[in-house]
T-cell receptor
Framework: EAQVTQNPRYLITVTGKKLTVTCSQN?????MSWYRQDPGLGLRQIYY???????DKGDVPEGYKVSRKEKRNFPLILESPSPNQTSLYFC???????????FGPGTRLTVL | DQQVKQNSPSLSVQEGRISILNCDYT??????FLWYKKYPAEGPTFLIS?????DKNEDGRFTVFLNKSAKHLSLHIVPSQPGDSAVYFC????????????FGSGTQLTVLP
């Protein structure tokens, strides 16, 4: 089954404790992206990757890192999480940047 | 400044009636528009799209209308069903090097049985 998976689905952590949210897709897609969803603000792009080893900032990249060492994986790293990063996070992939995106199920992160 | 706006955070409709969800955009360079549907605890899923060279696209009960002069997009669901209750996001795609999606803030549709 074609899908985008994310782990963990739910995470509660404390300020400053490094964490990684994993994302994997099995569709051989070139393009992968991370979004956060906040009330009243919709989906805002954090980082994206056009291909392996090619990443770039989206609209709200501050406080986040990403890497793309393999085509299927695109982890999101929060080196020192802060409460304003409490949000619902989605990973997405598509064949190319302009194609319809397929979203993962989301990761609800709470930073205390 | 939000380039894609969904001004109604919520909408309630009776089962069998028409649901109309609206979306406005400010960037005249957007060339492709999409609607995504999101159920609780799931990621958004693609619903329907329309190119800027068209003014209407239909897929079963779902029709998207585009009014370029007004920079306005709408999604019509006829007839509405309880299973349509979800958050609906509109999204617009830029052109050239900025060909990525910009999303609206979403509208929660509730279809009452």
């Amino acid at each position: 089954e074609a899908q985008v998976t994310q782990n963990p689905r739910y995470l509660i952590t404390v300020t400053g404790k490094k964490l990684t949210v994993t994302c994997s897709q099995n569709m051989n897609h070139e393009y992968m992206s991370w979004y956060r969803q906040d009330p009243g603000l919709g989906l805002r792009q954090i980082y994206y990757s056009m291909n392996v080893e090619v990443t770039d900032k989206g609209d709200v990249p501050e406080g986040y890192k990403v890497s793309r060492k393999e085509k299927r994986n695109f982890p999101l790293i929060l080196e020192s999480p802060s409460p304003n990063q409490t949000s619902l996070y989605f990973c997405a992939s598509s064949r190319q940047r302009w194609d319809t995106q397929y979203f993962g199920p989301g990761t609800r992160l709470t930073v205390l | 400044d939000q380039q894609v706006k969904q001004n109604s955070p919520s909408l309630s409709v009776q089962e069998g009636r028409i649901s109309i969800l609206n979306c406005d955009y400010t960037n005249s360079m957007f060339d492709y528009f999409l609607w995504y549907k999101k159920y609780p605890a799931e990621g958004p899923t693609f619903l329907i799209s329309i190119s800027s060279i068209k003014d209407k696209n239909e897929d079963g009960r779902f029709t998207v209308f585009l009014n370029k002069s007004a920079k306005h997009l709408s999604l019509h669901i006829v007839p509405s069903q309880p299973g349509d209750s979800a958050v609906y996001f509109c999204a617009a795609r830029g052109t050239g090097s900025a060909r990525q999606l910009t999303f609206g803030s979403g509208t929660q549709l509730t279809v009452l049985p």
